[in-house]
């Protein structure tokens, strides 16, 4: 089943053209890659595809249906390059506080932040500070917060930056598994 589909999409900033006429389609449970040189509009893509951005032409078809930027955005799970963390809030009310924002009821929240923490062994950060995080450890705490109300379409952007080789495979063996159950 097609979850994404981008139609002839196009992206101008005043006369320069940031998106030029793309068109795809991203399959439910599909890794896909997105690549291109610093400038070709891969980021410009991305914030169309997560209702920031609004095409100047073209279409975008999510889960069967014209994406509804308020509506469908509930059931993505977006990793920016640019990481958006607060940095001197405690990691556990924080990862709680975004949850919440993504729909979740408290206990569920809390059940699925505890899930995560042990599978990403974070369970002693939970009163650390995000300021106190080295890039890798922000890193893993970005990734949960993204993937954590089993959204259907998960964009990720550079999800291995500042990762150890260890924590690299850590992740992605979590990508490959939420693909194998339809993300």
Known sequence: MTLLELKNL???FATQKAVDDISLKVEQGQIFGLLGPNGAGKTTLIRMITGIF???EGEIIFDGKKFDPIKDV???GYMPEERGLYKKMKIGEQ????AQLKGLK???????IKQWFIKFEMEGWWNKKVEDLSKGMSQKLQFVTTVLH???LIILDEP???LDPVNSNLIKDEIYNLAKNGA
């Open 10 to 12: 196009k992206k101008y």
């Open 54 to 56: 609004y095409p100047d």
């Open 74 to 76: 509930e059931y993505i």
């Open 95 to 98: 990862t709680m506080y975004l």
């Open 106 to 112: 408290k206990a569920d929240a809390l059940a699925k």
């Open 150 to 152: 089993n959204p259907k």
């Open 160 to 162: 291995f930056s500042g």
